[in-house]
């Protein structure tokens, strides 16, 4: 069975995953905690986004 691929770029991945990350920012009900976890992971992805010239 063939394994699928990601036909995206490396950059359009990064994008696509913070976009959906700063979504879960507007979430109800979030705790602090989850916040907090968002935010480190939006700024590792702004990050991986520097590395990769976008």
Same mark, same amino acid.
């Given at each position: 069975m063939?394994?699928?691929t990601d036909p995206r770029s490396?950059?359009?991945r990064?994008?696509?995953q913070l976009t959906m990350t700063r979504r879960q920012l507007t979430?109800?009900?979030l705790s602090r905690?989850?916040?907090a976890?968002? !935010?480190d992971r939006i700024h590792d992805l702004e990050q991986q !986004?520097?590395?990769l010239g976008a």
């Amino acid at each position: 069975m063939p394994i699928p691929t990601d036909p995206r770029s490396p950059h359009q991945r990064v994008r696509d995953q913070l976009t959906m990350t700063r979504r879960q920012l507007t979430k109800p009900g979030l705790s602090r905690r989850q916040r907090a976890d968002i !935010a480190d992971r939006i700024h590792d992805l702004e990050q991986q !986004a520097k590395r990769l010239g976008a």
